[in-house]
């Protein structure tokens, strides 16, 4: 196959060769979910053709929102990234994700994020690792239990309860850093049929607020092997967390292990028994800026950092990136503007996106090579990661 490819968006008459190329790569069965077989709204499908015209690639543009502290910051988080085995090893996914890039700075999304089979590729177009997303198992019967609250009350959702469980999960996530907000139009495709998330949802109340909840899906079986699944817990009070894992425990009888993806910090993990978990799987994730001035422009920033640096930022895939910049952060905004100076600090767009989401801190960058200090400490850079590490809740 020749090394060039010619990159286009998808349109409906390429998804049964996309979704045979999906099939193979990541070795799904032959049952065909509906959304691969018309088109997505919120999502932008790109296909790499050889010269005969035959599908040899393809990646995914979800057109996410991401929370970062208090703001939402457009997203073009990517999925199904898979390329034919006789064109590998010949720049097709680069040529993809180029392409995707560029399509995503046009509609205006300023940052991505994605769960790699393999980091090497991604690291050679830009993305670097920002966190993991862990699956943990605990034993239910270590679960600790309460005295239930006479406050609150705990009882079994509906899907009419659901608007009020979106909301609840956004007074978790808002002031966080790369959780997605869970709005727009690709959710609101996928929620479409407003059933609920898994076999129950569990609610916990105080008067008619919503304070905490859980979905969750049961398994099979009551023996020594039967796992129950809990989809996501959240809380925005103690007693709440405590009520919730309360319910939780009471499976231990006929659900020996509790199988979760805790959030680091929030009010459910601080109940939980979690240095008596086990990993079940971890997925790393990756980040990168689409666009550096509005990655920097549209987050919210601590109110107390402020502070002003520059730099030279090298990005081989997103020309419009690279470039002499300072940054100024003030009053909880931020901007970036080029500059026409030689600054001592020279940031490679990986060593950006390990600063940017908090996944380390600038000495750190320097260490790893993603950051070239001439005769300065490069520590000015920790301003760009002010507000803490990001953390991800949703696999995509």
Not at 40 to 56: E, I
Not at 95 to 116: D, I
Not at 261 to 280: F, K, M, N
Not at 295 to 316: C, I, K, N, Q, S
């Amino acid at each position: 196959m020749p090394a060039a490819v010619h990159v286009r968006e998808l349109d409906l008459a390429d998804l049964d060769a996309a979704w045979e190329l999906g099939r193979f790569a990541f070795g799904s069965t032959s049952e065909r979910p509906a959304s691969t077989t018309v088109a997505v709204p919120g999502m932008t499908r790109h296909g790499a053709f050889d010269a005969s015209g035959r599908l040899v690639g393809k990646a995914v543009d979800l057109h996410h929102d991401q929370w970062w502290s208090g703001r939402t910051v457009p997203a073009a988080d990517v999925a199904g990234v898979a390329v034919a085995p006789e064109a590998r090893g010949r720049g097709v996914a680069r040529a993809l994700l180029t392409a995707l890039l560029r399509g995503a700075r046009e509609r205006g999304a300023a940052v991505s994020a994605l769960y790699p089979t393999v980091a090497a590729p991604y690291r050679a177009c830009g993305w670097e690792t920002a966190g993991v997303l862990r699956t943990v198992d605990l034993a239910t019967a270590a679960l600790p239990r309460h005295r239930p609250s006479p406050h609150l009350t705990v009882r079994a959702g509906t899907p009419a309860d659901l608007p009020a469980v979106a909301a609840l999960y956004e007074r978790v996530t808002r002031h966080r850093n790369g959780m997605l907000t869970r709005r727009g139009e690709l959710f609101d495709h996928f929620a479409a049929d407003r059933g609920l998330p898994g076999d129950g949802l569990t609610l916990v109340e105080a008067a008619s607020d919503l304070v905490g909840y859980a979905t969750w899906q049961r398994g099979s079986g009551y023996g020594a092997d039967s796992v129950l699944t809990v989809d996501e817990a959240l809380a925005t009070t103690a007693e709440a967390a405590r009520e919730l894992v309360g319910v939780l425990a009471s499976w231990a009888s006929v659900a020996p292990t509790l199988r979760l993806c805790p959030l680091d910090g929030d009010a459910v993990s601080a109940v939980l028994p979690l240095e008596a978990a086990r990993d079940h799987e971890r997925d790393l994730w990756m980040h990168r800026p689409v666009d550096v001035v509005r990655a920097v422009a549209e987050r919210g920033w601590p109110a107390h950092a402020r502070g002003v640096v520059d730099f030279t930022l090298t990005d081989a895939l997103a020309e419009w990136n690279t470039g002499t910049w300072r940054l100024t952060v003030v009053d909880g905004a931020a901007e970036l503007t080029r500059i026409d100076s030689a600054p001592d600090l020279r940031l490679d767009v990986r060593g950006f996106a390990m600063l940017y989401a908090g996944a380390a801190r600038a000495r750190s960058v320097a260490q790893a090579g993603l950051l070239h200090a001439t005769g300065v400490e490069p520590d000015a850079l920790d301003l760009l990661g002010a507000g803490g590490p990001a953390q991800l809740l949703d696999y995509f």
